[in-house]
């Protein structure tokens, strides 16, 4: 049935009405997906054992998250109500923002960053403070501070930062959290298994610090859409008279806590990651393609004008890769994904195929 065109609909928020509809550039996937730093191997094998117990009764009743946010919280040294489990990340930064943000507040975002902190910020009536990085991409520490005001309501940081893999030192985050008393520091570990670092242990002490996790990346469970928020016992509060009580279903409620017993295929991912990385780092040097040092499992690097058709060549040759020319200050730049080392010297070879077609790269060859 077509609609009709007389047919009258009530008019949405302005604000959504100047927002434009955001799809990830996905299609088809049947390829090496070094293009959404996704897990590019598998999750641990005790997940699909857990999710072969799924019971009938599991599927028909709702879902119970407050069992298994208490396990997540002792497994992290949290108290329970300083947690909240998430339909991923993004699910934790929408509810965050709808929850403090309203007009004339701001949000300081250090770019290029995750696309998401904007879109969710542009469905609210704040406005977007964007802190550019210079060149090198490193994190914009005395910009940032320099752009805190009296109407800064979040400040939301990667850490590490998506596309460039920068990070902010613990010192760092301290001073920004007790430069803006104010605010709300939003700390973004998506990538944290790969850096090591955190400052999850500074929930509750840092009164306006807010920690978020992701089970989308090391821990490979993207397709079940798990996340946390982490704050003080008064911010949760806030927060969950936003969160739907049932966002985070039965399947990835059942699954979780045998992900987080497996720390051993956990370390195993990591450390894989890790030495890929440290390869494709010396075969991206090789032919003279500059990249950002990275903290994360991907790498961003410069091919300039020709980045579409290096995507291209990638792809045909079974990698796919992800372009950030459109980011602020990333055009030619393309990000990729850090698999296991033998899927990375698969994405090697479609590199330096790539790389000499195009005549890409500083090196004589
Ligand atoms: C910094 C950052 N935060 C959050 C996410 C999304 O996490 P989730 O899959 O848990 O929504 C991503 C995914 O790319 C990311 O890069």
Redesign the pocket.
Same mark, same amino acid.
């Given at each position: 049935m077509t609609e009709a065109a007389t047919t009258m609909h009530p008019t949405p928020r302005a604000r959504v009405q100047a927002m434009m509809e955001y799809h990830p550039p996905l299609g088809s996937r049947d390829a090496l997906r070094l293009d959404?730093?996704e897990n590019t191997l598998a999750c641990s094998h005790r997940v699909r054992e857990a999710l072969a117990r799924i019971s009938m009764s599991d599927l028909t009743r709702y879902p119970q998250r407050e069992p298994v946010e208490a396990i997540v919280a002792a497994h992290l040294g949290l108290a329970a109500a300083q947690l909240a489990l998430t339909n &991923?990340? $993004?699910e934790a930064i929408h509810v965050l923002f709808e929850t403090f943000l309203e007009a004339g507040d701001e949000l300081l975002l250090p770019v290029p960053t @995750?696309t998401?902190y904007e879109v969710y910020a542009s469905a609210t009536d704040a406005r977007v403070v964007p802190v550019l990085a210079a060149d090198d991409l490193q994190f914009p520490f005395e910009p940032l501070l320099a752009a805190i005001a009296p109407r800064t309501k979040i400040i939301a940081i990667?850490n590490p930062n998506?596309p460039s893999g920068a990070v902010a030192t613990r010192e760092q985050l301290i001073e920004i959290a007790s430069r803006a008393p104010h605010a709300l520091l939003l700390v $973004?570990e !998506? @990538?944290f298994h790969f850096h090591g670092e955190t400052v999850m242990d500074l929930v509750g002490v840092v009164p306006n610090l807010i920690v978020a996790r992701?089970f989308?990346k090391a821990y490979g469970l !993207?397709g079940l859409?798990l &996340?946390l928020i982490a704050a003080p016992v008064q911010l949760m509060r806030w927060v969950r008279r936003v969160l739907s009580p049932y966002s985070v279903n039965s399947l990835a409620l059942a699954c979780l806590p045998p992900a987080l017993e497996d720390t051993a295929y956990l370390d195993w991912y990591v450390g894989e990651v890790l030495a890929a990385r440290a390869e494709f780092e010396t075969a991206l040097d090789a032919v003279g393609i500059r990249r950002w040092p990275s903290r994360a499992n991907f790498i961003l690097t410069e091919i300039g004008l020709r980045h579409a058709e290096f995507v291209r060549l990638m792809h045909e040759a079974g990698v796919l890769v992800r372009d950030r020319s459109a980011d602020p200050g990333c055009d030619g730049r393309v990000r990729i994904t850090i698999g296991t080392r033998e899927q990375m010297r698969q994405a090697t070879t479609a590199l330096n195929e790539a790389v000499a077609a195009l005549n890409l790269g500083g090196k004589e060859k």
């Open positions: 959404f730093n &991923g990340v $993004d @995750y998401m990667a998506s $973004d !998506a @990538y992701t989308s !993207a859409r &996340g």
